[in-house]
């Protein structure tokens, strides 16, 4: 399995915007799906927006038409566009890469929406 290095994250007000990019490198097998997940204090990692090779894409209905998933082919490279974030945004994001090895993790990058 490769690595992975989230990058983005940082403080804004409800209505700003971010944007996560995640860096892969030294990957041997081909990543499948691209994803980023969240954890806010005292809940569950959860899914927020999910990209496969093929370019189909998943997001959850919270963020569904405020986020963006995309992915920068050449550079091995995926981000997360966060518009109109609101206080409840507020977690520590990861990104993860699937592969046929199964799902790796990077280490987390935080994002603090205040209202």
């Known amino acids: 399995q490769g690595q992975l290095v989230e990058s983005g994250g940082g403080s804004v007000q409800a209505g700003g915007s971010l944007r996560l990019s995640c860096a892969a490198s030294?990957?041997?097998?081909?990543?499948?799906?691209m994803g980023w997940y969240r954890q806010a204090p005292g809940k569950q990692r959860e899914l927020v927006a999910s990209?496969?090779?093929?370019?189909?894409?998943v997001y959850a209905d919270a963020v569904r038409d405020r986020f963006a998933i995309s992915r920068d082919n050449k550079r091995n490279t995926w981000h997360l566009q966060m518009n109109s974030l609101k206080s409840e945004d507020t977690a520590v994001y990861f990104c993860?890469?699937?592969?046929?090895?199964?799902?790796?993790w990077g280490p987390g990058t935080q994002v603090t929406v205040s209202s």
């Open positions: 993860a890469a699937t592969t046929a090895w199964g799902k790796n």
């Open positions: 030294g990957y041997i097998h081909s990543i499948n799906v």
């Open positions: 990209m496969h090779v093929s370019g189909n894409k």
